[in-house]
């Protein structure tokens, strides 16, 4: 069964950090790309950033880029993502998923961006 | 960017009806277009993968179709379990990929 497991959210001040994780199981994580999808409180879902399954292509959507950076781990199936200057827009659930049709998602991880 | 456009954005409908939502995109995309359904406070699941590809643990009331720029989302005799918000999603080519706004499907 296809596992994805995100972790390291929290509340964060304007202008702080944060490196949110998805553990993934169950597929052979080096075989697919991977994505971060956010949701803010009420709203709809809102790609921020994909990676391919040997991190050579590497994308992120305007409102991210230069402040977030996606990397993944294939010997620890792991996928990150960095987050840095935080704004309270960022506040958001951020989600992992897997291939470029979002296949398996995790439950997601809410990250607050508040002081 | 490719914009997808949804439609309609809130439905009210009774169980055993059928249901249609549309989705939009600004360029032609193919057949490159996938539906979700997301439950309150749950994650996003796929239902209908390129358009019309039908996904295994799925019911068969789910059906999806389409090409290029216009597609749809059908819901066969509603179930009281499929209230929800329905969004698109569109992976052609190269990222930035994009979502639809989002249906909200309520069940009367």
């Known amino acids: 069964e296809v596992q994805l497991v995100e972790s390291g959210g929290g509340l964060v001040k304007p202008g702080g950090s944060l490196r949110l994780s998805c553990a993934a199981s169950g597929f052979t994580f080096s075989s697919y790309s991977m994505n971060w999808v956010r949701q803010a409180p009420g709203k709809g879902l809102e790609w921020v950033s994909s990676i391919s399954s040997s991190s050579s292509y590497i994308y992120y959507a305007d409102s991210v880029k230069g402040r977030f950076t996606i990397s993944r781990d294939n010997a620890k199936n792991s996928l990150y993502l960095q987050m840095n200057s935080l704004r309270a827009e960022d506040t958001a659930v951020y989600y992992c998923?897997?291939?470029?049709?979002?296949?398996?998602w995790g439950q997601g991880t809410l990250v607050t961006v508040s002081s | 960017e490719i914009v997808l456009t949804q439609s309609p954005d809130f439905q009210s409908v009774t169980p055993k009806e059928k249901v249609t939502i549309t989705c939009r995109a600004s360029?032609?995309?193919?057949?490159?277009l996938h539906w979700y359904q997301q439950k309150p406070d749950q994650s996003p699941k796929l239902l209908i993968k390129?358009?019309?590809q039908s996904i295994s643990g799925v019911p068969s009331r789910f059906s999806g179709s389409g090409s290029g720029t216009d597609f749809t989302l059908t819901i066969n005799s509603l179930e009281a379990e499929d209230a929800a918000a329905y969004y698109c999603?569109?992976?052609?080519?190269?990222?930035?990929?994009?979502f639809g706004q989002g249906t909200k499907l309520e069940i009367k």
């Open positions: 999603h569109q992976s052609s080519s190269l990222p930035p990929y994009t």
């Open positions: 390129y358009a019309s």
């Open positions: 360029q032609s995309i193919g057949s490159s």
């Open positions: 998923a897997r291939d470029s049709a979002m296949a398996n």
